[in-house]
């Protein structure tokens, strides 16, 4: 995750299985690579906290060039072909090519799409506070120095009843995620 975050301009902490959820709002996200975006791979069995990669070039409308780190071995791989397998060409099941020279590829790893380091706009409140911090732009003067409070009235929004504290990667986010089944 380090890597991805160095490597692209889409900065996430976390695991990469909780890249998806994290970038809404913020990133937007598509099922389309474009160079440098981050391709986000779902937790599976095998790989439980998912993987990131950043695409470094896109080949045709089914191919893509990556570069990640520490998949299947250590350290950074680089020009790393992956293969969109997905019955209806959206990038949710791919194939990462092998080590090896002779065009192998290996298993189906699902993935949640691809995050766009470009601001989410397609939600209306992000979309309003976006154009409206574009078109007026905090004067400096009016900026409270860090560590000194203004008192005024603010309401504050709570979290429903039993659910403040108590987010989960795997329960927190379950209806942003798209239905991408591999089988």
Do not use: C
Request: glycine share 8%; charged share 20%; no cysteine.
């Amino acid at each position: 995750m380090a890597f991805a975050k160095a490597a692209s301009d889409v900065e996430i902490r976390g695991n990469a299985v909780d890249w998806w959820y994290k970038a809404a709002g913020r990133y937007a996200r598509g099922n389309a690579p474009e160079e440098g975006s981050v391709l986000n791979f779902r937790g599976t069995r095998r790989m439980p906290l998912g993987h990131v990669a950043v695409v470094r070039q896109v080949v045709n409308s089914r191919t893509i060039v990556i570069d990640q780190s520490h998949w299947g071995q250590r350290g950074i791989s680089r020009d790393v072909p992956v293969i969109d397998v997905s019955p209806n060409n959206d990038w949710s099941a791919v194939r990462v090519a092998l080590n090896s020279h002779n065009g192998a590829f290996g298993s189906i790893y699902p993935t949640y799409g691809f995050i766009y380091a470009r601001p989410d706009t397609t939600s209306n409140m992000m979309l309003s506070a976006y154009q409206k911090a574009v078109r007026n732009p905090p004067v400096m003067s009016q900026v409270q120095p860090f560590g000194r409070a203004r008192h005024n009235s603010t309401e504050v929004a709570e979290a429903p009843e039993g659910i403040a504290g108590r987010a989960s990667s795997s329960l927190a986010y379950t209806d942003d995620a798209p239905n991408r089944s591999v089988r």
